[in-house]
């Protein structure tokens, strides 16, 4: 069982930033790969970002590719999205999830979710 905590949502205007982070419970962090994901009202589930369990490889969405940075500290056992130059389209609540996988951006291949932090930007 792993339990996933996301922090660092907020209202900012566009262009601005916002770290992302998400602490994960137990000690088998490592043994997951994690991703992020989000959802704006009326909207489905949408992929943001994902990396695999060393944090040697990462995948974004088309959408916030150059934009955004996803990164982990498995001594920490968190895993991190910086997010720059935000546009008011990056509005949506931000999940992490957790899978027993390589990495992936279907949202059904994951196995344990957070929460999610809201992200609000303004233009």
């Known amino acids: 069982q792993v339990q996933l905590v996301e922090s660092g949502g907020g209202l900012v205007q566009a262009g601005g930033s916002l770290r992302l982070s998400c602490a994960a419970s137990g000690r088998t962090f490592s043994s997951y790969a994690m991703g992020w994901f989000r959802q704006a009202p009326g909207k489905e589930r949408e992929f943001v970002a994902a990396i695999n369990r060393s944090g040697g490889s990462t995948y974004y969405a088309d959408s916030v590719k150059g934009r955004f940075t996803i990164s982990r500290d498995n001594a920490k056992n968190t895993v991190y999205l910086q997010m720059n130059s935000l546009k008011p389209e990056d509005t949506a609540v931000y999940y992490c999830?957790?899978?027993?996988?390589?990495?992936?951006?279907?949202?059904?291949?994951?196995?344990?979710w957070g929460q999610g932090t809201q992200v609000t930007v303004s233009s």
């Open positions: 999830a957790a899978q027993s996988g390589y990495g992936s951006r279907w949202y059904w291949e994951y196995d344990y």
